[in-house]
């Protein structure tokens, strides 16, 4: 089945120390997606790739970096973790070829990394 | 910028019951598209339900179905006959082409048995 994967499930990290968590997807979608989530809260975007277009929001702190190597695969880099980054990182994908009917536009979301700080 | 508010927290249904989450949005945009998230206890997000602007008929997906009302910015979801597996977070979300998605806060929802 055509999907979102998101390795590893659970991650956990020091304080300072960096973390790379990573997404793949067999959907073939344009478009990536990396979402910071703490509990009981709306999904917060960070960055997202529209091709090979990096498109970082605003209040991302520059801790958070992403890279793209190829339509599979996303990957959020953590320079340097602090306590406050403990949360669900989720990654989602999403076909936006431009067109204003159809079901592109529909986010599909992985799994989920949730990350803990010590 | 697009907002999108979801006023009710927390909710709870007895099963087999049938309950309603509200969400409204605020937009200058006329085409769109809408969503309902699911995010059960630990588990994947996953669609529900989602309803172009365009259309003026509600969308409906078995037990589940909107109440789509453009002029209002509301856009309410119905669960009918509710079971213990749909015991989750609901996020509406709002999408506009070119933009990015927003979510609304969420509402909590409990199935009683």
């Known amino acids: 089945d055509a999907m979102v994967i998101q390795n590893p499930r659970y991650q956990v990290t020091q304080f300072g120390k960096p973390v790379t968590l990573s997404c793949s997807q067999t959907l073939n979608h344009n478009v990536m997606y990396w979402y910071q989530q703490k509990s009981s809260q709306a999904p917060k975007l960070l960055f997202h790739y529209y091709d090979k277009d990096f498109n970082n929001e605003a209040d991302t702190p520059d801790n958070f970096q992403s890279r793209r190597p190829n339509t599979s695969f996303c990957f959020l880099d953590i320079r340097s973790p602090g306590l406050g980054d403990a949360a669900m990182y989720l990654c989602?994908?999403?076909?936006?070829?431009?067109?204003?009917?159809?079901?592109?536009?529909?986010?599909?979301f992985g799994p989920g990394t949730r990350l803990l700080v010590l | 910028a697009q907002t999108v508010t979801q006023s009710q927290p927390e909710m709870s249904v007895q099963e087999a019951e049938t309950v309603t989450l509200s969400c409204t949005y605020d937009?200058?945009?006329?085409?769109?598209?809408l969503f309902w998230y699911k995010q059960p206890p630990s588990r994947q997000m996953i669609l529900v339900i989602r309803?172009?602007?365009?259309?003026?008929q509600n969308a409906t997906e078995n037990r589940f179905s909107v109440n789509f009302q453009k002029a209002a910015k509301s856009f309410s979801l119905k669960i009918s006959d509710s079971q213990l597996g749909d015991t989750a977070m609901y996020f509406c979300a709002f999408y506009n082409y070119g933009q990015n998605f927003v979510f609304g806060p969420g509402t909590r929802l409990s199935v009683l048995p």
């Open positions: 989602a994908t999403s076909r936006d070829s431009g067109a204003v009917a159809g079901l592109q536009e529909t986010q599909y």
């Open positions: 937009t200058s945009e006329s085409n769109y598209y």
């Open positions: 309803q172009e602007a365009y259309k003026q």
